[in-house]
């Protein structure tokens, strides 16, 4: 016969478990992480900070120095630039999409002011506690950079060739 104590312990375990097993599979639908086990995903997510963003609220203003990039987990934001490349650009972002990864690089100012247009729920992966991972777990952290260096590719690609998608900012 368990004891009340050994109840709760039982039933934190069980519940800690639901709360991994939902956490894994939304990190696991974002494209920077598909490649990563389970286990691997853990490890990163001890890294990600989550934040809530109501509708109209900023995320980073232009010219905010960058420390990190954001992971739309739901809901949308909105990019505003003022280069005159992308000024006439609606630039919406949406799950699964990444905002802000050149400052993983970097430490350059941002290049536009990214505001929620809805509820938006992020996760954040700061420079030092991506460096961290890089050094701490490479084959995590370059599965990482792969799929963000993909990112960056992508959206290079799609301005040269002036197509209409969202650019890095």
Excluded: C
Excluded at 5 to 25: H, T, W
Excluded at 40 to 68: A, N, Q, S, W
Excluded at 75 to 100: F, Q, T, Y
């Amino acid at each position: 016969m368990w004891t009340t104590a050994e109840n709760k312990l039982d039933s934190m375990r069980l519940f800690g478990s639901d709360i991994n097993a939902q956490k894994v599979e939304m990190l696991k639908n974002i494209p920077i992480f598909h490649a990563l086990t389970r286990t691997e995903i853990l490890e990163v997510d001890e890294l990600l900070h989550e934040r809530i963003y109501e509708k109209d609220e900023i995320l980073f203003e232009e010219g905010d120095p960058g420390h990190g990039i954001f992971i739309i987990v739901s809901g949308k934001v909105r990019a505003d630039p003022s280069h005159k490349l992308l000024k006439n650009e609606v630039l919406d972002i949406g799950p699964g999409e990444l905002v802000g990864e050149l400052s993983l690089f970097d430490q350059a100012p941002r290049t536009a002011k990214v505001i929620a247009i809805e509820r938006t729920v992020t996760v954040v992966l700061f420079q030092a506690e991506f460096y961290s991972l890089l050094l701490k777990n490479k084959s995590v952290g370059v599965k990482v950079l792969v799929e963000i260096a993909r990112t960056l590719s992508r959206r290079a690609r799609q301005l040269l060739l002036q197509e209409r998608h969202v650019p890095s900012l």
